[in-house]
């Protein structure tokens, strides 16, 4: 995908309620939270990833 980006695999909860977020998994791209609750498929995270950029 041609993207610079960092991931962080975040199991502190009080860390992942700071971002609002009571169900896991939670996916957040750029300080904004863009799945809660489910399990995303390849093609979900490369669209979510993708959206800001392309």
């Given at each position: 995908m041609g993207l610079n980006l960092e991931a962080e695999y975040i199991t502190d909860m009080a860390k992942v309620?700071?971002?609002g977020v009571m169900r896991v998994p939670a996916l957040v791209v750029n300080g904004k939270v863009v799945s809660v609750g489910k399990v995303l498929k390849p093609g979900e995270v490369e669209a979510l990833l993708c959206k800001?950029?392309?």
């Open positions: 309620t700071e971002y800001p950029v392309c």
